[in-house]
């Protein structure tokens, strides 16, 4: 789990594991392209309207999940949301804006440390 991020990262209950993320992962498998996108938001609503019992951020897990697992082959996301993308050249962009953040991310931290070593608090 991360700091401050507990609930967002703990790991996936057996409910989430064994109930939602069959769901889920049978529902992403449909949304091919781009124009077939779909947001956390409407992935919320439509499993609660189903009767199950999720959140948004326990939906960001569960994709979390599914990616780094490889559950969903080539699953981006995209300010319009989840969908597997059609063309090599998807994957590759979308590689690079995660190079990008991961590197934005890195320059906050080491940032951090430096004023954390020139600075008492």
Do not use: W
């Not at 999720?54 to 699953?75: A, M, S």
């Not at 906050?108 to 954390?116: D, F, P």
Request: aromatic share 6%; proline share 2%; hydrophobic share 40%.
């Amino acid at each position: 789990m991360i700091q401050g991020f507990e609930n967002e990262t703990k790991p996936l209950t057996d409910y989430e594991r064994n109930v939602l993320l069959p769901v889920v992962v049978n529902g992403l498998k449909g949304k091919i392209g781009a124009a077939k996108a779909v947001s956390n938001s409407h992935i919320c609503k439509s499993l609660r309207a189903a009767g199950y019992d999720v959140t948004e951020v326990r939906i960001r897990k569960i994709i979390n999940h599914i990616r780094v697992n490889g559950l969903v082959f080539f699953l981006i996301a995209s300010g319009k949301g989840y969908y597997i993308a059609e063309k090599r050249q998807e994957v590759a962009e979308y590689i690079e804006s995660l190079k990008g953040r991961e590197n934005a991310i890195k320059a906050v931290r080491i940032s951090m440390e430096k004023q954390l070593e020139q600075a008492a608090l």
